[in-house]
């Protein structure tokens, strides 16, 4: 083995060596000898018993770095001979090193890649093609791989025919692929253009003389072949189909073929929600508000039993008006929207999704207009939790006694929602927005606090925190006497948990010494026979505040009240030991 690489040391970096140091000089004595002295590591690293791809990885990266060296000295000196013996030498070992790997990791995508990269990156093109055709004999199940080495062809090589070879072996393998389908569709049109362009030039060149130009339906009639033939095997397949039709607006001189293709989807697919969806996004490149409401009327009228027709007409126009920048204009589109949201809930044919993120939008725009659809919507709809969330938003935004009325109404009457967790988490999460009027969300929570309409535990620790975080919210209430009172009523009836005793302790910056003593003596009166982590931390307050005998004390009573396995994790090595006492 060791022979072998001195064998190739001796045959091909030796002479490169030498050639680089003959004048004027590529590399210095210092460089030749660490070049050497690599590629002898690195060679035997090729002939060892046990293969891995980093050899051959680290030796491709080596020679690449080497060739882009030579190729700045060659700037710098202004040396333009001796390629062959050089760069050609050194090209000639790289492909050898990548065929070897190749054969050795065959089903190891990334270092065909490196190949191909390799000899396109040094013009070694006649291997490109090479190197292509072994990657698909091994990986050839991957439909994407047939693709990429016909548009490789196709960019690199301009061999119109050899990429056409190419697609049509990669369909024969993978007939139903509906990517190698639409992109041999694509394919043929991209020809096409390219061949108008060069007839272009050409006429352009000849002026003066006779030249007779293609039409657009003689440039596409190899496309529409192809189309046919889709027709013919799969006159089913919505997604093909369409996908075509979508490639081919995208030529301008393909128009004749997209209209035949939309022709057809109307005849097959016209009951179809993503086609009309599809068509309206299309629309609205180009066409005017007046067709834009037709062709809405239109998928209306076909689609008029779908469930969720009217949700998938108004995503493509929010869309678009949220790439305009001017009111104006954007303006007439979104009361188009509205008429279509309004048409959507009086016939449930918008989903609650879609639902609450217009909701949204229309807040900001109209919130008066939002108000009374959210309230039309939770009527249809009352344990919609989003919704219910967002109609609290906006009552939140009046000052009206109407409003507070509501808002007092929704939350101690709707038994389902002040029982929902969900509910509760976008509450705590808008609680700004919502609890716009301190005073009477205020007085609601207090109200909740007590009522026997909540059952859920988990749902009354969540109204004790939205009440909590209230207090801080309360801005007008600056003395802290008063907000402790607050958190005193709010915290005298259970349930309690950790997470709350943590909320309060990160909110309020003003608790004193006293104030933090009875939280954790409430809280550990409460929830300490199962909770580790509040003696724990009681026990961390008293050492904070250097008092040693009641850390003792506190630990004490920990082992007393927690439950048997609980005191086995509490007694675990690493909780308290650190602390010395």
């Not at 959507?344 to 009374?372: H, R, Y």
């Not at 007008?476 to 302790?505: A, C, D």
């Not at 003792?552 to 009240?561: I, P, S, T, V």
């Amino acid at each position: 083995m060791a022979e072998w690489a001195q064998e190739k040391l001796e045959e091909v970096w030796v002479p490169v060596g030498e050639h680089l140091r003959l004048p004027p000089s590529l590399i210095s004595s210092e460089e030749c000898h660490a070049l050497l002295q690599r590629v002898r590591r690195l060679e035997h690293s090729l002939v060892s018993t046990v293969k891995h791809k980093s050899h051959y990885v680290s030796f491709i990266s080596y020679i690449s770095q080497l060739l882009e060296l030579v190729k700045q000295r060659r700037h710098q000196y202004q040396f333009t001979h001796r390629k062959a013996e050089i760069e050609g030498v050194i090209k000639t070992r790289a492909l050898a090193i990548l065929s070897s790997a190749n054969f050795r990791f065959p089903n190891d995508l990334q270092l065909w890649m490196t190949s191909i990269n390799f000899c396109i990156k040094n013009k070694r093109l006649i291997h490109v093609s090479k190197v292509l055709v072994q990657m698909l004999h091994y990986l050839g199940h991957e439909p994407h791989l047939w693709i990429f080495a016909a548009r490789t062809e196709l960019d690199v090589m301009q061999a119109i025919e050899t990429a056409r070879a190419l697609m049509l072996q990669g369909l024969k393998r993978h007939p139903d692929s509906l990517l190698l389908n639409k992109e041999y569709f694509k394919f043929e049109l991209v020809i096409a253009e390219r061949l108008r362009d060069r007839d272009a030039t050409v006429e352009e060149l000849l002026n003066d003389a006779e030249f007779e130009k293609e039409d657009d339906q003689e440039c596409t009639k190899i496309a529409e072949v192809v189309f046919e033939n889709i027709k013919a095997t799969k006159p089913f397949h919505f997604e093909l189909i369409l996908s075509c039709w979508q490639v081919c607006l995208a030529f301008k001189f393909a128009k004749g073929l997209a209209t035949k293709i939309e022709n057809y989807l109307r005849e097959k697919f016209d009951k179809k929600e993503e086609f009309w969806q599809a068509k309206l996004s299309q629309a609205l490149k180009s066409g005017t508000l007046e067709e834009l409401k037709q062709l809405c009327a239109e998928a209306l009228e076909s689609c008029s039993g779908s469930a969720s027709i009217h949700g998938l007409l108004m995503g493509p126009i929010l869309r678009k008006i949220s790439t305009l920048t001017s009111r104006q204009i954007a303006m007439p589109y979104f009361a188009h929207v509205l008429d279509l949201f309004c048409a959507g809930l009086k016939f449930d044919s918008v989903d609650e999704k879609t639902c609450e993120n217009f909701f949204k939008v229309l807040i900001l725009q109209d919130p008066k207009k939002a108000e009374e659809l959210i309230k039309f919507y939770i009527g249809k709809y009352p344990n919609c939790v989003g919704a219910n969330v967002l109609y609290l938003e906006v009552l939140g935004l009046s000052s009206s006694v109407q409003s507070r009325e509501e808002m007092k109404r929704l939350m101690l009457t709707n038994t389902v929602l002040v029982n929902s967790s969900d509910f509760w988490c976008l509450i705590i999460e808008k609680l700004p927005s919502v609890a716009n009027s301190d005073e009477n969300f205020e007085s609601i929570m207090s109200k909740l606090l007590t009522s026997a309409t909540v059952s859920c535990p988990v749902c009354k620790v969540a109204i004790k925190t939205v009440c909590v975080k209230l207090v801080e919210l309360n801005e007008h209430e600056e003395q802290p006497n008063k907000k402790w009172r607050k958190l005193q009523r709010v915290l005298s009836l259970p349930p309690l948990n950790y997470e709350l005793l943590k909320t309060i302790l990160n909110s309020f910056t003003w608790l004193n010494t006293s104030h933090k003593k009875w939280l954790f003596e409430h809280f550990s009166r409460w929830i300490g026979k199962d909770c580790i982590q509040v003696w724990m931390d009681y026990k961390a307050f008293f050492l904070s505040v250097g008092d040693v005998n009641q850390a003792n004390l506190c630990n004490d009573r920990a082992l007393r009240q927690l439950s048997n396995a609980e005191t086995l994790q509490y007694e675990k090595p690493g909780h308290f030991t650190s602390n010395g006492v």
